[in-house]
């Protein structure tokens, strides 16, 4: 058993405890991926590498790809299937398979939302994503940020290193659960705040305003797949900028977008 498998049953374990459907909204969907919308998809065919439960396969189905395939190492491709099942769109296939090993003829579209950071080596997960995308095909990836991260990795990341050792059930209800409480709130506040100058200042402030727009079972599942993971990286955007100056990668084609605060979208073309 590899680090990265791991890791994927521990996601499992929290994909496959949640009920049907996706876990967000299409809003969020749509913000995840831009710049890319409907009409870089439609009728195109798309690769997710790291597909979990297919939260994010049932809205990009909904985009109308030609071809959409979702690859995950762990057992939460059981619920993925189920979730594709009942969205209706016929042409999808969920792979179980190590994304970093993962080969293919190319896609036109390849993304990994959320999935890199957890890999133990992140940079052959983007490997992986360049290598499955085909010539003028295009690709994107999301991933946490080492800037504006700086509370998370000194009071949530020992934590994790912790607690993820844990039984899965335990984790998330008798440590996710009553530690997200006080942060449900604070971050409800700053929304409430947010037209006020001094709010802006506070820590966390743009990643708060964004998740207060959801309920508190949402902030739990954040919660808890922060704490459940046995591997976790955070990004710094030279990172991010040196894996962008990948060979095959057009360079006037490349985006680097800071996002929540506490986060990076980053995406082109391969040539």
Not at 142 to 153: F, H, K, Q, S
Not at 228 to 256: E, N
Not at 259 to 271: E, L, M, P, T, V
């Amino acid at each position: 058993m590899t680090q990265d498998t791991k890791t994927a049953e521990a996601f499992a374990d929290s994909w496959n405890n949640l009920p049907a459907g996706s876990v967000y909204t299409e809003e969020q969907f749509r913000e995840w991926f831009a710049p890319i919308t409907w009409e870089d998809v439609q009728g195109k065919s798309v690769l997710e590498l790291g597909c979990g439960n297919g939260s994010l396969l049932v809205h990009m189905a909904g985009w109308k790809p030609s071809r959409l395939v979702g690859v995950d190492l762990g057992s939460s491709i059981v619920s993925a299937r189920k979730n594709m099942e009942d969205s209706g769109y016929d042409g999808y296939d969920v792979v179980q398979a190590d994304l970093t090993a993962f080969a293919s003829e190319g896609f036109d579209l390849t993304y990994s939302i959320g999935v890199l950071h957890h890999l133990k080596e992140p940079g052959k997960g983007f490997q992986a994503v360049v290598a499955n995308t085909k010539s003028g095909g295009r690709f994107h990836c999301w991933v946490y940020a080492r800037e504006g991260n700086g509370l998370v990795i000194r009071l949530v990341d020992p934590l994790r290193k912790i607690v993820s050792r844990l039984p899965w059930w335990f984790t998330k209800y008798f440590v996710a659960t009553p530690l997200v409480i006080p942060y449900f709130f604070y971050a409800k506040l700053l929304r409430l705040l947010r037209n006020f100058s001094l709010a802006k200042a506070a820590p966390m402030y743009e990643y708060s305003i964004w998740i207060a727009q959801r309920g508190f079972l949402f902030f739990r599942h954040v919660a808890f797949d922060q704490l459940v993971t046995p591997q976790t990286v955070y990004l710094d955007r030279q990172t991010v900028q040196l894996w962008l100056a990948h060979p095959r990668v057009k360079p006037d084609s490349t985006y680097l977008i800071f996002r929540n605060g506490n986060s990076w979208k980053f995406g082109g073309r391969i040539a």
